[in-house]
């Protein structure tokens, strides 16, 4: 049960789009189209933002995006806003009823 | 909108024991799979345990198996979280989740956990 591997930070400017990586191995990301991404504003509960891959939720917007080649998944987030500052996670079925979360990424907006 | 009350953190000395509960407003409880992810400070997400809705299969990390114990009473609506044999590392914010197949779908607000002597 190793945590995924995510970038610690990113940042871009306002309207711009950026990609955060997920990495993980054969035995979770790449075998399963289960990933998932939360955001989390700090002191704050995570937020489910997509879940299997690239399906997003009711009410989340569609700047918000998935993909997945191999063993690493990415979230897209285009036209980037303030309030899009935050910390995302992502998170893979491992298989036997087990979950992995990724490490964090920092999303600041310049 | 389901929601989630975490309770039962507190300050516990290593060695310890502590049982959170999570209280659900949904109306299908008794058919929602559970889970709880925990939060060390200034860290990230950790999977921590997973129940069914019946509680006939539960599912543990690593990090806590054996020592922790995943419950459910769904007459009362509510989750919980028996901690033992409690560890300097086990500080953190403990979430309870409900499952949307794979996915995590609502968050409570957490509820905190410190063990310290």
Known sequence: QSALTQPRSVSGSPGQSITISCTGASSDVGSFDHVSWYQQHPGKAPKLMIYDVTKRPSGVPDRFSGSKSGNTASLTISGLQAGDEADYYCCSWAGSNTWVFGGGTKMTVL | ?117
């Open chain 2, 1 to 117: 909108e389901v929601q989630l009350v975490e309770s039962g953190g507190g300050l516990v000395q290593p060695g310890g024991s502590l049982r959170l509960s999570c209280s659900s407003s949904s109306f299908t409880f008794s058919k929602d799979w559970m889970h709880w992810v925990r939060q060390a400070p200034g860290a990230g997400l950790v999977w921590v345990a997973r129940i069914t809705g019946d509680g006939s299969r539960r599912n543990y990390a690593d990090s806590v198996k054996g020592r922790f114990t995943i419950s459910r009473d769904n007459a009362k609506n509510t989750l919980y979280l028996q901690m033992d044999s409690l560890r300097a590392e086990d500080t953190a914010v403990y979430y309870c989740v409900k499952d949307a197949y794979y996915a995590m779908d609502v968050w409570g607000k957490g509820t905190t956990v410190t063990v310290s002597s």
